[in-house]
């Protein structure tokens, strides 16, 4: 079974739309950690937020923000006022307390329609 | 280095040739950690370095694949009689030890191959 899983394939909007990408996770670990990636297509993957499984704070970061709740298992990410240069695909993963690797979804991949 | 290198960037090699794919950590990171994405896939694990330590190769594909990492820095991954389903991007990612579960990883730009 898929531990992390990102169900929109693909999404286009247009310039200064808002935008919602949605990841769903599956553990049994108390302690985890999620993440969500950017890959633009330069090929290299960017960081660009963490959260630990003990904190549900919403965060808001310039455009960018993350909605965590533990009741559905979901962590999804949104764009406000998407611009051209937020085109690229996005994974979610999930990093266990236990074990070697993380867990990524199989992406979103994101068109910014100017 | 300032960032994870890898190298090359892109690859095209025929069908049953080995191709070999390096990675170059940033300095200091002790983990490292081979990944492979294939077309609208997500990344799919391959192997995992920690120091000294037996890496750990329970996401190798098949016993064409194989990785070592030399002097805790320098890994090179090994393709053996490549195949069309071959065909990826390697994406190569550090981490410091012990932080890896809550910081995540440092990923490179990955080498694009394509076996004809």
Known sequence: ?114 | GAGVSQSPSNKVTEKGKDVELRCDPISGHTALYWYRQSLGQGLEFLIYFQGNSAPDKSGLPSDRFSAERTGGSVSTLTIQRTQQEDSAVYLCASSLEGSRVEYGYTFGSGTRLTVV
Request: glycine share 6%; charged share 20%; hydrophobic share 30%.
């Open chain 1, 1 to 114: 079974a898929q531990k992390v899983t990102q169900a929109q394939t693909e999404i286009s909007v247009v310039e200064k739309e808002d935008v919602t990408l949605d990841c769903v996770y599956e553990t049994r670990d108390t302690t985890y950690y999620l993440f969500w990636y950017k890959q633009p297509p330069s090929g290299e993957l960017v960081f660009l937020i963490r959260r630990n499984s003990f904190d549900e704070q919403n965060e808001i970061s310039g455009r960018y923000s993350w909605n965590f709740q533990k009741s559905t298992s979901s962590f999804n990410f949104t764009i406000t006022a998407s611009q051209v240069v937020d085109s690229a695909v996005y994974f979610c993963a999930l990093s266990e307390g236990t074990g070697n690797q993380f867990y990524f979804g199989t992406g979103t991949s994101l068109t910014v329609i100017p």
